[in-house]
Nanobody, 121 residues
């Protein structure tokens, strides 16, 4: 069983910063890709950023230059540093990870419960 637990959300003023964290625990052989998605009210879920175990990153155009994703492979933890936050960044942010639980086993997609980020003055 694999669990993803997020932390770090909250209320911040426009232009402010927040740092999200997500740790995967359980029977983990390899967390190939870890990342963040978000869902704003009335909108579909969208990719924010992903990072592979090798450090290759991918960002949504709307956050490029403002957000930075990083990870600690030894701790199966992914971080999202969010700077210059805008009201449009308000959403529930979900951690996601593509994980295999053993050598030669299939990779499965896992999700965290989500953490609320609200950008408002």
């Amino acid at each position: 069983q694999v669990q993803l637990v997020e932390s770090g959300g909250g209320l911040v003023q426009p232009g402010g910063s927040l740092r999200l964290s997500c740790t995967a625990s359980g029977s983990i052989f390899n967390a190939y890709v870890m990342g963040w998605y978000r869902r704003a009210p009335g909108k579909p879920r969208e990719l924010v950023a992903t990072i592979t175990s090798g450090g290759t990153t991918n960002y949504a155009s709307s956050v490029k230059g403002r957000f930075t994703i990083s990870r600690d492979n030894a701790k199966n933890t992914v971080f999202l540093q969010m700077n210059s936050l805008e009201p449009e960044d308000t959403a529930v942010y979900h951690c996601n990870a593509l994980i295999s639980t053993g050598r030669g086993t299939p990779r499965n997609n896992y999700w965290g419960q989500g953490t609320q980020v609200t950008v408002s003055s």
